[in-house]
């Protein structure tokens, strides 16, 4: 008998063949037509669009049992690159959007890219919050104040970071962000790489607000302070646990910009000396900018309908706590105004978030907000880094 | 013109006419080829796939800076801003790190494949071995665990510190660090192919060349070099593109004391919102990655390699 190699092994007539590829063909369009009518509801799956920690296990894991939810989470890497991706129609694919406050109120809203919650539903659970955010949070609604966009969680100061054995927290915050700028302070720093903010505290360390129109001249001063800056810096990275680790080891002193969460897995840690700083010197006395995650539902044809739970879900005491401590990164929750919420944290947990002068550093904070000038500021950033002098 | 249209044109016109329809006729033929049916579908949907987004980017690339649309009027403008401003920096740390990673890459890996061929015999797989298990984890992860090693207090400092009582500073955020991280991670896509050319050298041709009087350097630079020298192109070519496309070890390893070309590109996708700046960088860079490759595949004989000759 003639051997037969793999393919001529298959011992079908043409006709069969033809038969099967038929068969197989109609099973795969029948399937595909099962799965989209079964998929139309969506009831059993989730799509979360978000900054890291509502990615984390802990956070999502206890809502895939309870819910039987195929959740999928995805971090990530800016703000404007995730609006403009639900601008280029990834509306179809998330169910929730996490941002920081001010991209729901000026631009997706506007947009139609998420739809309003349901006050009936989600109004009560804004009785837990603390008191800087009570109903009606400016941030959570529409511009007419008819619309909730979405609801508060994490939050958080953000100035520059320090290791207060060598330089004193009450330095930094009367010389201001000058003390990053001076020359004696070259190689001591590093440039904490989230592009926005480094954007948003220069200018604030240059005397004026980042939320406002800039003329060519505060342009002009803000490129000189931006390229000092950059030149000065022991090291630029867009990874906090590496700047930590450096202020740890004493490589470095300080971390511009730097915000609570940044540093708060080291506190955790053991390494009380390390903390968030806001100046008190700057434009309209908030020479901070402070930052609160506005969670929203997308305008998706087809929202999944556990959206809304999960929203719901997280306004939950433990599940607030979770939140506030997903891996890896520690951050206060506006929740934190309800007892239910305060009772779940330790001493220790509350140090690490620096809760003792929480409220003194978010009033010196101007709150997040859209950057008028942010092309012609960025393109001078990405200048300053790419010619940086090391 | 190729040298078969030349013939085509100096000929006949009737012998023209009879050649024209039977090409075409052949083409035909090749298209009813079942072989070729068969294929097509998953042709078509690799064309798609592969050339698809890169067309799109070379679209983009054309379309008013700041734009998401693809269908606004082409301009040059992306270009003109790369030219007059500093991206030639980018470019230029790019290219030169990557040259020097193929270089010493080069110098680390001939003589360890050529170990691996002609000294370990059996064992030599043992070596492929340890030097290919570290590619199954994430390069982010093994930089990561070399921060931890060069770091201030890390691993080295530490141990330098703690045994010898010798103070080492910070390792990290140099651009010798960015090298050291290519090096590391580039290494195997270096080593394999020259092992594969160092294969390639017949044993007998060596000998030959000693028994005629041939010294061992001259058996390296007569014999063993040229005839490995389609393995160390591929290597070095494999090597040089994927080092001047990367950012990962500037980035963590270097703290962006250098900034490569990708770090650019991904700004503008990213935090820029600039997509057609950075799909102009991007088209900057595949015509010099294919410029390159182009150039090295002209000196390779692919057939040879694999043994179709």
């Given at each position: 008998m003639k051997r037969k190699n793999l393919l001529q092994?298959?011992?079908?007539s043409r006709r069969e063949f033809l038969h099967m590829s038929a068969a197989i063909a109609g099973s795969i369009a029948a399937s595909s037509t099962m799965s989209r009518s079964a998929f139309a509801?969506?009831?059993n799956e989730l799509n979360i669009y978000c900054?890291?920690?509502?990615?984390s296990d802990k956070v999502l894991d206890p809502f895939r049992k309870e819910f039987k939810t195929n959740v999928k989470a995805q971090g990530l890497i800016s703000d404007p690159d995730a609006v403009n991706k639900l601008r280029a129609g990834e509306t179809k694919v998330w169910d929730i959007i996490n941002l920081n406050n001010a991209w729901g109120r000026r631009q997706l809203f506007p947009e139609n890219l998420i739809v309003p919650l349901d006050q009936a539903r989600f109004?009560?659970?804004?009785?837990?919050?603390?008191p800087e955010f009570k109903w009606p949070y400016y941030w959570a609604m529409s511009n007419d104040g008819k619309n909730l966009l979405g609801m508060v969680q994490r939050f958080g100061p953000s100035g520059v970071n320090v290791n207060t054995d060598k330089i004193s927290r009450e330095t930094v915050q009367n010389d201001g962000y000058e003390i990053f700028l001076?020359?004696?302070?070259?190689?001591?720093y590093a440039v904490l790489m989230y592009d926005d903010w480094v954007i948003m505290h220069l200018c604030m360390a240059c005397g004026?607000?980042?939320?406002d129109n800039l003329s060519d001249a505060q342009i002009a001063t803000y490129e000189t302070a931006m390229r000092k800056l950059i030149n000065n810096a022991a090291f630029l990275s867009d990874d906090m646990n590496a700047i930590a680790l450096g202020m740890v080891n004493g490589s470095?002193?300080?971390?511009?910009?730097?915000s609570t969460y940044t540093v708060s897995a080291a506190r955790f840690d053991?390494?009380?000396?390390?903390r968030c700083v806001i100046p008190k010197k700057g434009p309209n006395n908030k020479p901070g900018v402070c930052w609160m995650e506005l969670t929203s539902t997308v305008?998706?044809?087809?929202?999944?309908?556990?959206a809304a739970d999960f929203l719901e879900y997280c306004y939950r005491p433990e599940v607030c706590k979770n939140v506030s401590f997903a891996e890896g990164t520690y951050n206060p929750v506006?929740?934190?105004?309800?007892k239910r919420v305060m009772a779940l944290y330790s001493k220790e947990e509350l140090d690490a978030i620096q809760f003792d002068t929480l409220d003194e550093d978010m009033a010196l904070c101007s709150d997040f907000d859209i950057i008028p000038n942010y092309p012609k500021l960025h393109e001078i950033f990405a200048t300053a880094v790419r010619e940086r002098k090391a | 013109m190729s040298r078969a249209s030349d013939f085509a044109a100096e000929a006949p016109a009737p012998l023209r006419a009879i050649r024209a329809p039977s090409r075409l006729a052949s083409l035909g033929r090749w298209f009813a080829e079942p072989g070729v049916v068969a294929a097509a579908p998953l042709a078509l949907l690799m064309l798609g796939g592969f050339l698809g987004p890169l067309l799109l980017v070379v679209v983009f690339a054309f379309?008013?800076?700041?734009?998401?649309?693809?269908?606004?009027v082409p301009t040059l403008a992306n270009f003109v801003e790369i030219v007059a401003n500093s991206y030639y920096l980018s470019f230029l740390a790019s290219l030169w790190l990557a040259a020097l990673t193929v270089v010493i890459c080069l110098v680390v890996c001939y003589p360890v494949a050529f170990a691996m061929v002609?000294?370990?015999?059996?064992h030599g797989s043992i070596l492929a071995l340890l030097i290919t298990a570290?590619?199954?984890?994430?390069d982010n992860l093994r930089l990561m665990g070399w921060v931890l090693f060069l770091?201030?207090?890390?691993?080295v400092s530490g141990s330098l510190q703690t045994w010898f009582g010798i103070e080492v500073d910070s390792m990290l955020y140099t651009s010798g660090a960015t090298l050291f991280g290519l090096v590391y991670i580039y290494l195997p896509f270096m080593l394999f192919p020259i092992i594969m050319g160092i294969s390639m050298v017949p044993e007998q041709m060596r000998e030959a060349a000693f028994d005629l009087g041939a010294t061992r350097f001259q058996v390296l630079r007569e014999v063993d070099v040229p005839l490995a020298m389609p393995g160390i192109l591929i290597g070095s070519l494999m090597t040089f593109i994927l080092a001047a496309g990367s950012l990962t070890e500037a980035r963590t390893l270097?703290?962006?004391a250098v900034t490569m070309i990708a770090m650019d590109i991904q700004k503008e996708f990213g935090f820029a919102q600039n997509w057609p700046k950075g799909s102009a960088l991007a088209v900057l860079m595949i015509l010099l990655a294919g410029a390159l490759a182009v150039t090295a595949l002209k000196r390779i004989d692919l057939d040879l390699i694999f043994g179709r000759k």
């Amino acid at each position: 008998m003639k051997r037969k190699n793999l393919l001529q092994s298959f011992s079908q007539s043409r006709r069969e063949f033809l038969h099967m590829s038929a068969a197989i063909a109609g099973s795969i369009a029948a399937s595909s037509t099962m799965s989209r009518s079964a998929f139309a509801a969506r009831e059993n799956e989730l799509n979360i669009y978000c900054w890291e920690g509502y990615n984390s296990d802990k956070v999502l894991d206890p809502f895939r049992k309870e819910f039987k939810t195929n959740v999928k989470a995805q971090g990530l890497i800016s703000d404007p690159d995730a609006v403009n991706k639900l601008r280029a129609g990834e509306t179809k694919v998330w169910d929730i959007i996490n941002l920081n406050n001010a991209w729901g109120r000026r631009q997706l809203f506007p947009e139609n890219l998420i739809v309003p919650l349901d006050q009936a539903r989600f109004k009560p659970k804004w009785d837990m919050v603390l008191p800087e955010f009570k109903w009606p949070y400016y941030w959570a609604m529409s511009n007419d104040g008819k619309n909730l966009l979405g609801m508060v969680q994490r939050f958080g100061p953000s100035g520059v970071n320090v290791n207060t054995d060598k330089i004193s927290r009450e330095t930094v915050q009367n010389d201001g962000y000058e003390i990053f700028l001076a020359d004696d302070f070259k190689g001591k720093y590093a440039v904490l790489m989230y592009d926005d903010w480094v954007i948003m505290h220069l200018c604030m360390a240059c005397g004026f607000s980042p939320f406002d129109n800039l003329s060519d001249a505060q342009i002009a001063t803000y490129e000189t302070a931006m390229r000092k800056l950059i030149n000065n810096a022991a090291f630029l990275s867009d990874d906090m646990n590496a700047i930590a680790l450096g202020m740890v080891n004493g490589s470095i002193i300080g971390s511009f910009p730097g915000s609570t969460y940044t540093v708060s897995a080291a506190r955790f840690d053991g390494n009380a000396n390390l903390r968030c700083v806001i100046p008190k010197k700057g434009p309209n006395n908030k020479p901070g900018v402070c930052w609160m995650e506005l969670t929203s539902t997308v305008n998706n044809p087809e929202l999944s309908p556990r959206a809304a739970d999960f929203l719901e879900y997280c306004y939950r005491p433990e599940v607030c706590k979770n939140v506030s401590f997903a891996e890896g990164t520690y951050n206060p929750v506006t929740q934190m105004g309800d007892k239910r919420v305060m009772a779940l944290y330790s001493k220790e947990e509350l140090d690490a978030i620096q809760f003792d002068t929480l409220d003194e550093d978010m009033a010196l904070c101007s709150d997040f907000d859209i950057i008028p000038n942010y092309p012609k500021l960025h393109e001078i950033f990405a200048t300053a880094v790419r010619e940086r002098k090391a | 013109m190729s040298r078969a249209s030349d013939f085509a044109a100096e000929a006949p016109a009737p012998l023209r006419a009879i050649r024209a329809p039977s090409r075409l006729a052949s083409l035909g033929r090749w298209f009813a080829e079942p072989g070729v049916v068969a294929a097509a579908p998953l042709a078509l949907l690799m064309l798609g796939g592969f050339l698809g987004p890169l067309l799109l980017v070379v679209v983009f690339a054309f379309m008013p800076g700041g734009t998401f649309s693809i269908l606004q009027v082409p301009t040059l403008a992306n270009f003109v801003e790369i030219v007059a401003n500093s991206y030639y920096l980018s470019f230029l740390a790019s290219l030169w790190l990557a040259a020097l990673t193929v270089v010493i890459c080069l110098v680390v890996c001939y003589p360890v494949a050529f170990a691996m061929v002609r000294v370990f015999g059996r064992h030599g797989s043992i070596l492929a071995l340890l030097i290919t298990a570290p590619l199954f984890v994430a390069d982010n992860l093994r930089l990561m665990g070399w921060v931890l090693f060069l770091v201030k207090g890390g691993v080295v400092s530490g141990s330098l510190q703690t045994w010898f009582g010798i103070e080492v500073d910070s390792m990290l955020y140099t651009s010798g660090a960015t090298l050291f991280g290519l090096v590391y991670i580039y290494l195997p896509f270096m080593l394999f192919p020259i092992i594969m050319g160092i294969s390639m050298v017949p044993e007998q041709m060596r000998e030959a060349a000693f028994d005629l009087g041939a010294t061992r350097f001259q058996v390296l630079r007569e014999v063993d070099v040229p005839l490995a020298m389609p393995g160390i192109l591929i290597g070095s070519l494999m090597t040089f593109i994927l080092a001047a496309g990367s950012l990962t070890e500037a980035r963590t390893l270097g703290g962006n004391a250098v900034t490569m070309i990708a770090m650019d590109i991904q700004k503008e996708f990213g935090f820029a919102q600039n997509w057609p700046k950075g799909s102009a960088l991007a088209v900057l860079m595949i015509l010099l990655a294919g410029a390159l490759a182009v150039t090295a595949l002209k000196r390779i004989d692919l057939d040879l390699i694999f043994g179709r000759k």
